[in-house]
């Protein structure tokens, strides 16, 4: 059974930093892509960071230079590094993977790129 389970949301003050983990199972092979998704109150779901198989990460704008996307070697935990976080961070973070593995590089960002998604922990950024 395939399993998406976040950790390490909390609410922290504006400038610090927090580590998200998604801890990833059941797969009967790798997924082309994980991501990092968010969704604040009242807004589209978000695609936050990719990374492909071979550790290729793409960010979106808002996060370039503050985040970092990445997985242990044995590609069981994806993990999102928050540096300098914002109140606009603020958001709840879902983890997501690519089993199909079609959608467009540029498409990445996107949530119909994944087929698979965790329930989400909660980062609250206060300023």
């Known amino acids: 059974q395939v399993q998406l389970v976040e950790s390490g949301g909390a609410s922290v003050q504006a400038g610090e930093s927090l580590r998200l983990s998604c801890a990833v199972s059941?797969?009967?092979?790798?997924?082309?892509?994980m991501a990092w998704f968010r969704q604040a109150p009242g807004e589209e779901r978000e695609g936050v960071a990719t990374?492909?198989?071979?550790?290729?990460?793409t960010y979106a704008d808002s996060v370039k230079g503050r985040f970092t996307i990445s997985q242990d070697s044995a590609k069981n935990f994806l993990y999102l590094q928050m540096n300098n976080l914002k109140p606009e961070d603020t958001a709840i973070y879902s983890c997501?993977?690519?089993?199909?593995?079609?959608?467009?590089?540029?498409?990445?960002?996107?949530?119909?790129?994944?087929?698979?998604w965790g329930r989400g922990t909660q980062v609250t950024v206060s300023s």
């Open positions: 990374i492909d198989r071979l550790g290729r990460p």
């Open positions: 997501a993977a690519d089993t199909h593995g079609t959608t467009p590089y540029e498409a990445r960002l996107g949530p119909r790129a994944y087929n698979y």
């Open positions: 059941g797969f009967p092979y790798r997924p082309f892509y």
